[in-house]
């Protein structure tokens, strides 16, 4: 199938095929030009990219979609294994949490003292201190 039917037929832009095929995200068969040199995208790839949508979507980036699709590859991701996977993310995604979490903390007392300071003043930048 050409590229604009592919994109039609999972909702990827033309371009965003082209870069995952870049990138080494999909990966076309050797044979995949035509004689008008045109592309000829497999059905499989409809799945693949299907599957990519799915995965950005629970969060995962394209370096991790590449691995899960590596692994799918060469038949080794099992349940076990991809629950492993979904394991780390969220382990991953905790931590961000925190991260997030202590940096609303430290700004929402930055907030306070500034909101204690007189108003319409000018500061210079070492005013600005992290409250601890």
């Known amino acids: ?14 371009d ?4 995952y095929e870049k990138i080494g995200l999909i990966i076309l068969p050797k044979k995949s ?8 995208y497999p ?16 969060g995962f980036t394209l370096e991790e979609i590449r691995e899960l699709l ?3 590859s060469i038949q080794v991701l099992d349940i076990s ?5 979904v394991e780390r993310k969220i382990t991953g995604i905790n931590s ?18 500034l909101l204690r300071k007189k108003t319409g ?7 600005m201190n992290i409250a601890a």
């Open 96 to 113: 961000e949490i925190d991260k997030l979490h202590e940096f609303k903390l430290r700004l929402n007392r930055e907030q306070q003292i």
């Open 121 to 127: 003043r000018i500061i210079t930048l070492p005013e």
């Open 70 to 72: 590596v692994l799918q």
């Open 43 to 58: 059905e499989s790839l409809v799945d693949t990219l299907n599957a990519i949508r799915k995965y950005k979507a629970l």
């Open 33 to 40: 030009r035509m004689d008008n040199s045109y592309k000829d």
């Open 81 to 85: 294994k991809l629950l492993q996977i």
């Open 16 to 19: 965003t095929i082209r870069y």
């Open 1 to 14: 199938m050409l590229i604009g039917q592919l994109s039609k037929r999972t909702g990827f832009s033309k």
